[in-house]
């Protein structure tokens, strides 16, 4: 069964940091760009970070730039994204998603994305 599964979501207070996993099952990530989105209630999902298969090019977007950090690390099958100085409109449901290719870059493509996880919330509250 080929899947992606997202961890690390939870409850946070602003300022505070989180880290969120994504472990592919059944394939590996060695030919994927992996991508970050994420969808607040009432909001359209929108593209968060994303990093090439071969890990030398990154993209985020503007409002996360700063204060958040993707990696991936192919020994363990495993994407993160490091969320620090999280804010209350960071509250969400965040996505991972992998595209296959070796391109030089990445982009916030979702109707072009190969598998989806099924997400992962982050609460941000006082």
């Known amino acids: 069964q080929l899947q992606l599964v997202e961890s690390g979501g939870g409850l946070v207070q602003p300022g505070g940091s989180l880290r969120l996993s994504c472990t592919a099952s059944g394939f590996t990530l060695n030919y994927y760009a992996i991508a970050w989105f994420r969808q607040a209630p009432g909001k359209e999902r929108e593209g968060v970070s994303c990093?090439?298969?071969?890990?030398?090019?990154?993209k985020y977007a503007d409002s996360v730039k700063g204060r958040f950090t993707i990696s991936r690390d192919n020994a363990k099958n495993t994407g993160y994204l490091q969320m620090d100085s999280l804010e209350i409109e960071d509250t969400a449901v965040y996505y991972c998603?992998?595209?296959?290719?070796?391109?030089?870059?990445?982009?916030?493509?979702?109707?072009?994305?190969?598998?989806w996880g099924k997400g992962t919330l982050v609460t941000v509250s006082s």
């Open positions: 990093i090439i298969s071969l890990g030398g090019y990154t």
């Open positions: 998603a992998v595209s296959y290719g070796r391109g030089a870059e990445c982009y916030f493509d979702y109707y072009n994305m190969d598998y």
